[in-house]
């Protein structure tokens, strides 16, 4: 059964067209890979179909009320607030204080909990922004090349990490590495 | 902890040069009504401290200065907040704002005595000097806010309450702790300033203006000393509150 619903999507910028007639049902419960080059349009098509970007054409149709999570193309953490703080900001108290340091462990982050996310890297900011993402109450969750800037090992542990939290959830992310399709998807789709 | 009694110990230690070179400099001159030495300031300080005269200036100066601080923090903020949201009431009191960051403290305090009379000056020119300050602080951070950070708090719909402290407060607070660092030692500086000029029974800027009439240089400096020491506890004080209040939300 499918939880969200695409027809016929198209979206220019100015003479460029990014989106010519893009259809797809998007499976409940299953993870869907978009997989493209640099400037194919990915991350247009996850904006329209997160709503935050509206078609030129075409519809999208998302079950009224769904929850959604996101990792955007940014990390777009609060600066000033620590890094358990942002993601208290969206989970509320609902997650024990000593769960989410295991959380924060498991994707390397062990002792980071009360920093400032200003004061984080590049990489650890991103992880920061997934587990924001994964640890949220979603039904659908969007992941905007989630794995862009961690070295390769920290990448091999965080995609373990994730594979295991968004079993039977519907996952819709975009990405350019065949990799991580290949390790995550149940279906890829190719712009 | 090394490095900061190494900090400590220096700055004491700037302290310290000064100290001598004005105590050099005053028995150069050898006289009384010239300079004061900080020998005798200090001295002088601590005679004025214990009579309850000193008390009652003090509480005074202070309580209405700082009544007009906080009138000039609430203004300003909420006049930051309504230019930030309306762009009619941005473009109305930008003037406005303009003006009062411009008009000399002499100008409003004379404009003042004729409107409202001596006894309250002191709150009605530290409320016009700081509104600008922190009006202008707060509406640069709000421009600064990350339109982003509210696409995310929609995304993930975070309750408002939250999105408030977690987005807003979080990114606003530095700009509200520079502009009140900068305002509340402007209020001290222009309050006393205007009661200098307005000579409001029982006031420190009557203290002061009585010590230059009658040549008491001792009491003069030990006056200010006392201004220079309120104005830095309060300064000291607020930011420690506005730390407070920060540490809290970063860690919501």
């Known amino acids: 059964m499918g ?12 003479e460029n067209v990014v989106l010519n007639g893009f259809s797809h049902e998007f499976k409940e419960g299953g993870v869907t890979a978009i997989l493209g080059k640099s400037g194919c349009g990915k991350s247009t098509l996850l904006n329209i179909l997160m709503g935050l970007q509206s078609p030129d054409e075409g519809s999208v149709q998302l079950p009224e009320n769904a929850k959604i999570a996101a990792v955007f ?21 609902k997650i024990p204080r000593e769960t989410l340091s295991k959380e924060f462990g498991a994707v390397g982050l062990s002792g980071s909990e009360n ?58 992310f975009v990405t350019h590495d065949e990799g991580e399709c290949k390790f995550l998807a149940d279906e890829v789709i190719r712009l | 902890m090394k490095k900061r009694i190494k900090k400590a110990a220096v700055t004491a230690a700037c302290i ?42 003090v509480m005074f100066s202070a309580g209405r200065i700082l009544l007009g601080f906080a009138l000039g923090m609430t203004a300003g903020c909420t006049l930051a907040l309504l230019s930030g949201k309306v762009r009619i ?22 404009l003042a005595l004729i409107w409202a009379g001596s006894k309250n000056l002191s709150v009605f020119v530290s409320f016009l000097i700081s509104t600008p300050i922190v009006c202008s602080n707060m509406l640069e951070g709000i421009d600064s806010l990350d339109p982003k950070l509210k696409e995310m708090s929609r995304v993930f719909k975070i309750p408002l309450w939250k999105r408030f402290t977690g987005v807003y407060l979080s990114q606003m607070l530095p700009y509200f702790r520079a502009a009140s660092r900068l305002a509340i030692g402007l209020c001290w500086k222009s309050g006393v300033a205007a009661e200098v000029i307005g000579i409001p029974q029982g006031s420190i800027g009557r203290k002061l203006y009585e010590s230059k009439i009658y040549l008491e240089t001792a009491d003069l400096f030990a ?24 540490k809290r939300v970063e860690r919501m």
């Open chain 2, 16 to 57: 310290l040069f000064w100290l001598i070179l004005w105590q050099l400099v005053a028995m150069k001159l050898n006289s009384r009504f010239l300079l004061a030495s900080p020998v005798e300031v200090i001295k002088r300080l601590f005679e004025l401290v214990i009579t309850p005269d000193f008390l009652q200036s």
């Open chain 1, 73 to 93: 193309q940014e990390n777009r953490l609060c600066e000033n607030l620590t890094a358990s703080a942002n993601i208290r900001l969206v989970t509320g108290k």
């Open chain 1, 115 to 172: 920093k400032p996310a200003r004061t984080l890297s590049g990489g650890m900011k991103r992880r920061v922004a997934l587990l924001r993402a994964v640890l949220s109450e979603y039904d659908i969750l969007f992941l905007d090349e989630p794995f862009k800037g961690l070295d390769s090992e920290t990448k091999d542990e965080v995609l373990h990490y994730v594979k295991e939290k968004i079993r039977g959830k519907t996952v819709i």
């Open chain 2, 89 to 110: 009431i941005r473009t109305l009191f930008s003037p406005l704002i303009s003006a009062m960051k411009s008009v000399p403290v002499a100008s409003i305090t004379i």
């Open chain 2, 223 to 246: 006056w200010t000393l006392a201004v220079i020491i309120l104005s830095w506890l309060c300064e000291k004080l607020f930011m420690l509150l506005v730390g407070i209040l920060q």
């Open chain 1, 3 to 14: 939880i969200l619903k695409a027809e016929n999507i198209r979206k220019q910028f100015g």
